[in-house]
């Protein structure tokens, strides 16, 4: 049986409205963390959770249903990774999903999850768990009655079944292998050059920078790797993300420290990494529709943290940027060598903040996380014990303790927008950014001199062409398999930590 072309365009008709509703509540949210009066908090929830309430109606209601069913049943003569059939089979995966929440439940968690990240705010601030904890409680509740509803009918656990939404298809025991693969060599190599003979001098990028030009040499340096401004901006956030509001409006928030210089523009970088994904995905008539969305977090977390990491922390890379850098920041960083700079900029020292992170000790960061929270969900661990479970585990695994909430479990703002199965991702992003890495340097030839002489376009068009172009047509995985030419291993990141790190550190290779 043929599909029914008529029947089609009316499921697509009705998806992109939810579509153009989804990204006005995004729009408001992008403006809470950007400039909302605090006052205005309460009215911003109920605004939020009434567009996300009628989203969930759209996609949910029983014509609907039937319409994505009937269309899915005579999908079959349709080539599954072709625009069409990708549409169809994502359009019932996500039907299936929300089909078994029921529209009260998703409206208290956006509600929830607006009032929580404004109670993480303010605990933050204070540095105090104390006062996010009862809706942190909230929060967790909410999100398990989730899981426990999507998980039905389903070979997935509670957990997985939350995980699923960014990480569609994503199982916990391949999770964890890959993990601790990673782990043991990440423990070796960080007391590798713990102990090794050369460290480097960070004082350097520790000095005081001037606010205004880090934010114009941020600008500077995104629109140089290729992000387009035309169609996105950049601005100021106190936890940095990235926001897509239409075909042509990307936005991509950081936030600067005036004592150190690389948390505007390795920040900057990374979500510019992301904002170049949200831009190389098709618009136009799939936009928001599966062929022109991001296919899992996991692939857009690869495609920042290659921008940050592999291409911004490279030696090439600083070639070409730092003497820009020493003449914006005139007389800060004058009489600074481009080794010490660079060297700097690659420090690994194991410290409390996740987003402050080297390559390095980053990933223990998020084994750490992906412990804890399947530990909440699975209702092993209480809120009330989790700031001390925290604190005892960054001791263990990185031998530092936080002396506050605010360095310690309160630095991240997931929990409390109801992220839970959030963080996986990032390590898996940060394997998949180092084998794309490789694959592209395979294929496109030597890429150092390229990034030496501030020529991103090769790279970007590769990962145009192999990731961003296909959308959802593909999963995560079979993208990474495709363009590299094998499964997701962790060997890639630990051989390209080692190549980089040892020769810095002077460490003899293993
Ligand atoms: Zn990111």
Redesign the pocket.
């Given at each position: 049986m043929a599909l029914d072309r008529e029947l089609f365009e009316s499921l697509c008709i009705r998806a992109r409205e939810a579509m153009l509703l989804h990204s006005a509540a995004d729009a408001l949210e992008w403006d809470e963390r950007t400039g909302m009066p605090i006052a205005a908090g309460p009215y911003r929830a109920q605004q939020v959770s009434t567009l996300r309430a009628k989203v969930h109606r759209i996609r949910t209601d029983a014509r609907y249903g039937e319409d994505v069913q009937r269309l899915m049943e005579t999908a079959g003569d349709e080539d599954p990774h072709g625009d069409v059939g990708a549409t169809v089979r994502e359009l019932h995966r996500d039907w299936n999903r929300d089909r078994k929440l029921p529209e009260t439940l998703v409206e208290q968690t956006a509600q929830a999850t607006v009032r929580g990240q404004q109670a993480w705010d303010a605990a933050r601030k204070a540095d105090d768990f104390g006062m996010f904890r009862d809706t942190l409680h909230t929060v967790l509740q909410l999100k398990r009655e989730a899981g426990e509803r999507l998980s039905e009918d389903t070979d997935q656990t509670v957990y997985e079944a939350l995980l699923d939404e960014y990480e569609p298809g994503a199982k916990v025991d391949e999770i964890q292998r890959v993990f601790d693969e990673v782990r043991t060599p990440l423990v070796d190599l960080i007391s590798q050059i713990k102990n090794a003979p050369r460290q480097p001098d960070t004082e350097a990028i520790e000095r005081t920078f001037n606010i205004d030009r880090q934010r114009d040499f941020s600008h500077h340096v995104a629109e140089a790797i290729g992000f387009d401004f035309d169609r996105g901006r950049l601005d100021v956030t106190s936890h940095?993300?990235?926001t897509t509001l239409g075909p042509d409006d990307c936005r991509i928030l950081t936030r600067y420290d005036p004592h150190w210089l690389p948390s505007g523009l390795f920040g900057t970088l990374?979500?510019a990494?992301?904002g170049m994904y949200e831009q190389g995905l098709r618009g136009g008539e799939w936009f928001g529709l599966p062929p022109g969305s991001y296919v899992s977090l996991g692939i857009?977390?690869s495609q920042?943290?290659l921008w940050e990491n592999q291409v911004g922390r490279s030696r090439a890379f600083w070639d070409w940027l730092f003497p820009q850098t020493q003449q914006a920041f005139s007389p800060e960083l004058d009489h600074v060598s481009l080794d010490t700079f660079h060297f700097a900029v690659n420090a690994v020292r194991p410290s409390l903040i996740r987003v402050e992170a080297d390559e390095a000790t980053y990933n223990l960061h998020i084994l750490i996380r992906f412990d804890l929270e399947r530990r909440l969900i699975e209702g092993t661990l209480s809120v009330d014990e989790l700031p001390s479970a925290w604190n005892e585990r960054y001791e263990s695994d990185l031998g530092v303790r936080p002396d506050s909430d605010a360095d310690g479990v309160l630095q991240d703002v997931h929990w409390s927008a109801g992220l839970f199965g959030y963080f996986p991702t990032?390590t898996l992003?940060n394997l998949a950014a180092a084998q794309l890495f490789k694959a592209a340097s395979d294929h496109i030839g030597d890429l150092e001199p390229m990034f030496a002489r501030g020529e991103f376009r090769p790279l970007l068009d590769w990962l145009r062409e192999r990731i961003h172009y296909f959308g959802r047509c593909y999963s995560g995985p079979q993208l990474v398999g495709q363009a590299t030419g094998s499964p997701l291993s962790a060997d890639h990141l630990v051989t390209y930590l080692r190549s980089k790190l040892e020769p810095l550190y002077g460490i003899s290779p293993a």
């Open positions: 940095p993300f990235c990374h979500e990494g992301h857009h977390e920042s943290r990032y992003g």
